[in-house]
Nanobody, 112 residues
Framework: QVQVVESGGGLVQPGGSLRLSCTAS?????MAWYRQAPGEERKVVAH???????FYADSVKGRFTISGDNAKNSVYLQMNSLKPEDTAVYYC?????????WGQGTQVTVSS
């Protein structure tokens, strides 16, 4: 059974940084990060294709960096200059053999 495990969330002050990590138990192609704030739908934050092509949502451009390590089936999200509006549950999604698998979610709270 495929497993996708996330880590790295927490509480941080505005302007601070956090790094999220996610590892899958099998080889992946597309790797992505989504987030869901209370009362809102889940939205893509960033994704990285197997070609290396990267996408960022406008709201995080210049502040967040997605990176992947195919040898480790892992994806990372470095989040800098965090704002209160970045508060959400963050989920990673990994595409494996044509299917998407989701992590359990990790809470990121940006507050003073």
């Amino acid at each position: 059974q495929v497993q996708v495990v996330e880590s790295g969330g927490g509480l941080v002050q505005p302007g601070g940084s956090l790094r999220l990590s996610c590892t899958a138990s099998e080889d992946t192609t597309t790797m992505a990060w989504y987030r869901q704030a209370p009362g809102e739908e889940r939205k893509v934050v960033a994704h990285i294709l197997s070609t290396g092509s990267i996408f960022y949502a406008d709201s995080v451009k210049g502040r967040f960096t997605i990176s992947g390590d195919n040898a480790k089936n892992s994806v990372y999200l470095q989040m800098n200059s965090l704002k209160p509006e970045d508060t959400a549950v963050y989920y990673c999604a990994m595409w494996i053999k044509g299917y998407s698998y989701w992590g359990q979610g990790t809470q990121v709270t940006v507050s003073s």
